[in-house]
């Protein structure tokens, strides 16, 4: 008989105590029973405690990981690594309900992504989705602008670009650690943000304002920063998407875009932020639907490519956290392959976790089925779950490890709303102001035109922005253009006005996101050339509500000005400027050039 060290006996002695409290107490592990992670984690200490047993021997994530691992099925691995979508208006009763209990009680998926809704109605789903699991559930969102991207009734905060714009890094920081508080407070986990490419083309159509901007470096500034800020907070970042989705004018959500450039090139600018987010610490990289041939993926999505996400990611930038795929439902992956192809192809791509697959069971059976028959090792699967298993401890899921109870105040960081106030203050940038309209003088009317077609802006279209024009005193009319109504608009204003000797200050506020399919974020051409009308016969300040491509389709204005996104702070902050209440001292991020 081998003789055993005494560090065996103990990891064995550990492993067997894992497996009794994970099997007799795993429900209760697994509730979100809305304490704190380091509650959770006592009351575990203690049952080892009332046990008899050694508690530093469970202390050691790795065993408890371990323990975890070996109790499981091949088919109870493959669904660890399935990250189903979620709505967050879940209610009890709805078929959606009935759906996700399926996939986390029935199925035992690894995790699930949850979409918007109301952050308290959120919170009861997750607790609910949590006590129906046999491992807890590693819960994300997209939370790139803020936790309350997502959860209505948290913080919004402006996008990536306009943080850039600030030019200081330690509001990154902030963003970072606000959004973790108040994605923690209400039981998430992790973040699939920021967003890490270099948007090098203006005219992206899905990236843009979520970028840090066209500076390889000044992107990996920011980004390590939030990251670090994120996890300071207790919130796994997840960066995207790999290996930079910023130099093209396709939407993978529609088709599959090409980045047809050298790798000497990809090695100084795409690759720089990735590199950058793996040196913080970065808990999770998404690899995008996006053709790169210059690395071996001509015709494949990187997403499917080994060459991508294992030669590239795991050994050429030695990155060990978590790979996800972007969301497998969309074109930019789904052309020409069913659920089944797609889900093996992305694990022997390299994989941890399939984001959003239009089939979870289809895709656990795949997975499973592979394995089975040799297409998929045994042990590769077994790294991807320990890789996930790992992470669930380092959310305060599994094992011992104490994070910091969530907390939406802390002293050393400003409050949520100050934080979106002061972010959005600093990153008005003023670009133009040839006739010396800001700022706007109480003597003179404006007319407030909006155009916001297509897009959902929080809190409304210009609704803080006039309100704020009219508490500073400003007489201030309002309108609405949309593609259809500009021209008529534009004959009775000009009609009027020369029928009077008052010609009002003529404001107009373009909204404008980057959103899945949406298209050009350009001005239609309607809006265009009422707007070039109006500037030969008003004065006119455009205020761009996005990004800042949007006004080289206006260079008749006299005064324009960039606030990089439509919620509420961005709202207030460029109204300041326009009364004179601040200065706009935002730079560019990005260059414009003119077509």
Known sequence: MKSTTPRRRALRVGAALAFALFGAALPLVSAMDGRPPTERARATVSTAAVAGRRAVTLGDDDVAVDALLSRMTVRQKAAQLIMPWVPGGLEPGTRASQRANHWVATLGVGGII?????????????????????????????????????????????????????????????????????????????????????????????????????????????????????????????GKHFPGHGDTEQDSHVELPTINVPRARLDSVELVPFRAAIRAGISGIMVGHIAVPALGAARTPASLSRAVATTVLRDRLRFDGLVFTDALNMAGVTQDRDVSEIAVRAVHAGADILLQPTDPEVAIDAIARAVARGAIAGARLDTSVRRILRAKARAGLIGHRRLPAPAVSDSSLPSPGELADSIAARSITLLRDRSNLLPARTSRPVLSLTYASGVSVPGGASETFDAMLRAAGLQVRRLTLSARTATAVTDSLIRAWGDTSVVPLVILSSYGQPAPSRGSLDLPDAVTAAAERIA???????????????????PSASTTMVAWTGIPAAQRAAAGVIVGARAATGRLPVSLRPD
């Open 114 to 238: 949850i979409g918007k809704g109301d952050r308290h109605a959120m919170t009861r789903a997750i607790r609910g989705l949590q006590s129906r699991s046999r491992v807890p559930l590693l819960v994300a969102s997209d939370l790139e602008w803020g936790a309350g991207m997502r959860l209505l009734g948290a913080t919004l905060l402006p996008v990536a670009m306009a943080v850039a714009a600030t030019g200081d890094t330690s509001l990154a920081y902030a963003h970072g650690r606000v959004t973790a508080a108040e994605a923690r407070a209400s039981g998430l986990h992790m973040t699939l943000a920021p967003v890490l490419d270099v948007n090098t083309n203006p005219r992206n159509p899905i990236i843009n304002t979520r970028s840090f901007g066209e500076d390889a470096r000044e992107v990996a500034r920011f980004g390590a920063a939030v990251v670090r800020g994120l996890q300071d907070g207790g919130l796994l970042a997840v």
């Open 536 to 554: 030969h016969s008003a004065p006119l300040v455009h205020v761009a509500f996005g990004g800042p491509s949007i006004t080289l389709s206006l």
